[in-house]
């Protein structure tokens, strides 16, 4: 019979995969919420697709300004309260502007109100309030903000994470388009070399990787779609 993985022969792979999927079966059918993948948060989403699925990448994109951050944010915040570690890499903003959107979520003040301070003592109770809410989802959250990073380095600093996590969890990489290009690298290349380290990288450990991606304004207009 034919083996892999250091001589563990298929079968007895197979035979532990639905031994799980048995398992959580049974639990599901006893009313708990579980499920094969990383949940998001998002309920129908995880009730349709099961989570985001470990091992592989998930890829997810919106034109400028159509919530690519917000999405993100929210799978984050959805796997660490489902009990989830999370590696976040927010390319985009630093690690405190990315806290003033957890923040904003949960206490209905605006991350524009936060920075100008345009708000008053009831918001300001708000936010404590929800500084107490968020201390366990954040404990379970790793920011990465490092600016110009590559692919490869962002594969090594998954695999790393790995080893310290090895319950496993959920990478968050928002967005592709922000990694710093391999010399000679256009922005397509620069993509699929991307694509192909953050799949290696989610093989290899058993993390699920959701990595979104900014798309082209006038294209998707065209096709009468924003998402």
């Known amino acids: 019979r034919k083996e892999e993985k250091s001589g563990v022969s298929t079968i007895a792979l197979m035979d532990a995969e639905i031994a799980k999927i048995a398992s959580l ?6 009313g708990e919420q579980v499920r094969l993948g990383v949940a998001t948060g998002l309920s129908r989403l995880d009730s349709y697709i099961g989570g985001l699925t470990r091992g592989i990448v998930t890829a997810g994109g919106a034109v400028t300004k159509m919530g690519k951050s917000s999405f993100s944010l929210q799978c984050a915040i959805g796997a660490a309260m489902s009990g989830e570690d999370v590696l976040y890499f927010p390319l985009e903003d630093k690690v405190d502007n990315t806290l003033h959107r ?3 979520r949960e206490t209905g003040i605006t991350a524009q109100e936060l920075r100008s301070l345009n708000f008053d003592s009831s918001g300001m109770s708000r ?3 929800a500084q107490e809410v968020l201390k366990p989802i954040l404990d379970r959250i790793t920011f990465d903000d490092s600016a110009g990073i590559t692919s490869e380095e962002i594969g090594r600093r998954i695999r790393r994470w790995a080893i310290s996590h090895p319950k496993g969890g959920l990478v968050v990489v928002d967005y592709l388009q922000l990694i710093r290009p391999g010399r000679g690298e256009d922005e397509n290349v620069s993509i699929i070399n991307t694509m192909r380290e953050l799949s290696a990288a ?3 450990t058993g993390l699920a990787v959701l990595a979104m991606s900014q798309l082209n304004d006038r294209k998707v207009t065209d096709r009468g779609n924003n998402i």
């Open 25 to 30: 079966k049974e639990r599901k059918d006893r």
């Open 102 to 104: 957890f923040i904003a």
């Open 127 to 129: 936010i404590r309030r």
């Open 202 to 204: 989610a093989k290899d």
